[in-house]
């Protein structure tokens, strides 16, 4: 089991900046990707970037530019840095693990963290 635990978030200004932190625990070893989805109220969960080990990032057209995903693999931690921040980021905003578990993938998430961008 890999359990995760986010810090960050809050209220910002368009054309503001935060930055979201994920701590993983647990089977660490057994991690392959880490990544952070979002999910605004009425829509789908959406993966905002994704980073596995030792391979290139991939990020959601909207916020390729501005978002920038990060691994401390020492610390076990990933961040997302958000800049230039849009309303339509608003969202609670989820860390997601990918590991492997009995041979089989399995996914953890973090509890979310509310970023809202407001004037």
């Known amino acids: 089991q890999v359990q995760l635990v986010e810090s960050g978030g809050g209220l910002v200004q368009p054309g503001g900046s935060l930055r979201l932190s994920c701590a993983a625990s647990?089977?660490?070893?057994?991690?392959?990707?880490m990544g952070w989805y979002r999910q605004a109220p009425g829509k789908q969960r959406e993966l905002v970037a994704r980073i596995p080990n030792g391979g290139s990032t991939n990020y959601a057209d909207s916020v390729k530019g501005r978002f920038t995903i990060s691994r401390d693999n020492a610390r076990n931690t990933v961040a997302l840095q958000m800049n230039s921040l849009k309303p339509e980021d608003t969202a609670v905003y989820y860390c997601?693990?990918?590991?492997?578990?009995?041979?089989?993938?399995?996914?953890?998430w973090g509890q979310g963290t509310q970023v809202t961008v407001s004037s």
């Open positions: 647990g089977s660490i070893l057994s991690i392959y990707a």
């Open positions: 997601n693990a990918e590991y492997y578990s009995g041979g089989l993938r399995a996914n953890s």
